[in-house]
T-cell receptor, first 115, second 114 residues
Framework: AQTVTQSQPEMSVQEAETVTLSCTYD???????LFWYKQPPSRQMILVIR??????QNATENRFSVNFQKAAKSFSLKISDSQLGDAAMYFC????????????FGKGTRLSVIA | ETGVTQSPTHLIKTRGQQVTLRCSSQ?????VSWYQQALGQGPQFIFQ???????GRGNFPPRFSGLQFPNYSSELNVNALELDDSALYLC?????????????FGEGSRLTVL
């Protein structure tokens, strides 16, 4: 069974600084997706960024980027120029291809942004 | 296009009771999935419906059941509630295509079982 591990229950960052959230996963599959989701106090899961395992290039979305190390099964999220609105729970998730398989989530990292 | 809406947002039940949670999928989506998120945990997959048929289920007992309607709205039913069923229940809809149909989540229904 696939598992996703987030070893940092809580992180904090100063506004405008950079923070990296860690995620490792375990799978025997070679074709899959990895995701980072943000869950603010409103509780709605919002997709931050997606990485396809067959792509070597790391995904980026504005201030958010990932460091995908397939051999090491590591998938970290870097948030640059942190903003107060980035404060939330962040979940790393795995999804085996094809795309109608369920998401497997980690336990989450609570990110605080200090003004 | 409308987003995913869930009702009720909060509810309290007592052990042994039954509960029905509702989800209205995003317009045009044909797949709905339900997740249980216990306090301090990541969401756990309960089951998924595609065109009104269950086509995937996680490690949850049969007292967790669901329905998907022709308009792609959905219900999650839980019978014989237990204290451990207290959690946030998230609904997510997507349009199933080759590759990963992106999941769009609702804001969840928070269930407390006393």
């Amino acid at each position: 069974a696939q598992t996703v591990t987030q070893s940092q229950p809580e992180m904090s960052v100063q506004e405008a600084e950079t923070v990296t959230l860690s995620c490792t996963y375990d799978t025997s599959e070679s074709d899959y997706y990895l995701f980072w989701y943000k869950q603010p106090p409103s509780r709605q899961m919002i997709l931050v960024i997606r990485q396809e395992a067959y792509k070597q290039q790391n995904a980026t979305e504005n201030r958010f980027s990932v460091n995908f190390q397939k051999a090491a099964k590591s998938f970290s999220l870097k948030i640059s120029d942190s903003q107060l609105g980035d404060a939330a729970m962040y979940f790393c998730a795995y999804r085996k291809r094809p795309g109608n398989t369920p998401l497997v989530f980690g336990k989450g990292t609570r990110l605080s942004v200090i003004a | 296009e409308t987003g995913v809406t869930q009702s009720p947002t909060h509810l309290i039940k007592t052990r042994g009771q039954q509960v029905t949670l509702r989800c209205s999928s995003q317009s045009g989506h044909n797949t709905v999935s339900w997740y249980q998120q216990a306090l301090g945990q990541g969401p756990q997959f309960i089951f998924q419906y595609y065109r009104e048929e269950e086509n995937g289920r996680g490690n949850f007992p049969p007292r967790f059941s669901g329905l998907q309607f022709p308009n792609y709205s959905s219900e999650l039913n839980v019978n014989a509630l237990e204290l451990d069923d207290s959690a946030l229940y998230l609904c997510a809809s997507s349009f199933l295509v080759a590759g990963a149909g992106e999941l769009f989540f609702g804001e969840g229904s928070r269930l407390t079982v006393l």
